[in-house]
């Protein structure tokens, strides 16, 4: 465990970040004429496969344009653009899930089991469509900063993921499908939240903090521990089953705040490590190019990746809503976000989202009701209120077009 010898442990995070800004700075000019290279507007070429890449989050939503449960319209509406990989939340609740409460009656409980929830009409006509990869956003039974024995959560926590594991590589065994099973922003969970008090950044590290990485760390092996007995049971399926950890405050760990990337994937072995990666926006890209790197230096993968470290983009979007951006501010953007994806061969990016859920006045206010109008929004969305498609669906459109071409700036 990464806290056995914490003297050791500070030394060795000290040194690895002392050198990583070392290598990072001097390599700067070489990643930015990289990211030019890959850049799709500077004539790059699309891999053939860049649809079952791209994909987007459907979750909570704001406003729905059917009369259908909103999970299944939000699934439709990303198949219906040609996405092939999808994000859903995947949690219980009593009677609608969080998140999925247009048109839906889902008459679940807080006593639905992962498994049940995964064997749900809803779900299931989901998992029916013609994705190749559905990222399951899981973060049910995190221990935050307990000072509790974690025994009997953390055996829990390990039965549920086994149990839905197991059902989904037996369900789906003779389908050529993924399933990533995830958490939601790993550091805003390490730090209880996303209020004044998880800016540790700015005020400190709680006292306890070495306590909250401590419990992170089992909390992730457990659920780690159930894909793995789930997939030692099922052998010799099309269906995958991963577990990947999310992280949120990579460039927190570079500077060495302590957070998932610089002291909790040291600790666990995992199949991929997501990243939630607002914090790596920048102009030029070099800040999204290092944090991956980052991740890949510090991530310690399971023998089912034989040796290969997997980073994917969880969750990224530039609103379209904020700052008076113009539409060619957005372009632009997403010009530099796929220039270091395609250049760094990352295997997923999930779009935030397809329905935009945050509110200008209060981007924390995740309630459905009532929906809301674009000029209330943030713009965090592929589609708009009025269904007409956003600046950033535009663009990701128009490299879907060219794949296994070279970008032709007249597709957007």
């Known amino acids: 465990m990464l806290l056995k010898n914490k003297k050791m442990g500070r030394i060795g995070l000290l040194v690895a970040f002392v050198l990583w800004v070392g290598v990072g700075m001097a390599q700067e000019p070489e990643i930015r004429n990289t990211i030019e290279k890959f850049r799709p507007t500077n004539g790059c070429r699309i891999p053939a496969d860049i649809k079952f890449r791209l994909g987007a989050t459907h979750v909570g939503g704001k406003y729905c344009l059917t009369e259908e449960p909103f999970i299944i319209e939000g699934a439709k509406k990303l198949n219906e653009l040609g996405y092939g990989i999808i994000k859903l939340w995947f949690a219980n609740g ?25 064997e749900h009409p809803y779900y299931r006509r989901c998992f029916d469509m013609p994705f190749s990869v559905f990222a399951l956003s899981i ?18 926590t390990e039965e549920d993921i086994y149990r839905l594991s197991l059902y ?64 030692a049971e099922v052998k010799g399926g099309k269906c995958k089953v991963y577990h990947a950890v999310e992280a949120n405050r990579v460039m927190d760990g570079r500077n060495g705040v302590p957070s998932v990337a610089t002291h909790v994937l040291p600790g666990v072995e995992i199949d991929m ?25 510090n991530m310690r993968p399971t023998a089912e990746m034989n040796g290969k470290k997997v980073v994917f983009i969880g969750e990224i979007g530039y609103p379209e809503n904020m700052a008076n951006r113009t539409k060619e501010e957005v372009v632009r953007m997403w010009d530099t976000f796929m220039a270091v994806y395609l250049a760094l061969d990352i295997p997923y990016v999930f ?62």
């Open 94 to 118: 009593e009677g609608n899930p969080k998140g999925y409460m247009y048109h839906s009656d889902w008459k679940v409980t807080r006593q639905t089991t992962l498994k049940e929830l995964a």
């Open 139 to 156: 973060s049910d039974g995190f221990p935050g900063n307990s000072t509790k024995d974690l025994t009997v959560s953390l055996a829990k």
């Open 168 to 231: 989904l590589l037996q369900t789906y065994r003779d389908r050529e499908i993924t399933f990533i099973i995830q958490n939601w922003e790993g550091d805003w969970l390490l730090r209880g939240g996303t209020g004044p008090d998880a800016h540790w950044e700015i005020n400190g590290a709680p006292a306890d903090w070495k306590l909250r990485v401590e419990n992170m760390c089992k909390w992730v092996n457990a659920r780690q521990r159930g894909v793995d007995r789930a997939r």
């Open 273 to 297: 490590v997501s990243w939630s990666a607002y914090d790596g926006v920048s102009e030029d890209g070099v800040k999204m190019y290092e944090g991956i790197c980052f991740l890949k230096q």
């Open 351 to 412: 779009h935030w989202e397809l329905y935009c859920n945050e509110l200008k006045a209060d981007e924390f206010d995740r309630k459905q009701y009532p929906s809301r109008s674009a000029a209330d929004m943030r713009g965090f969305w592929l589609i708009r209120p009025d269904g007409s498609k956003s600046w950033a669906q535009e663009y990701l459109e128009s490299v879907l077009k060219c794949a296994g071409e070279r970008y032709d700036r007249m597709g957007q």
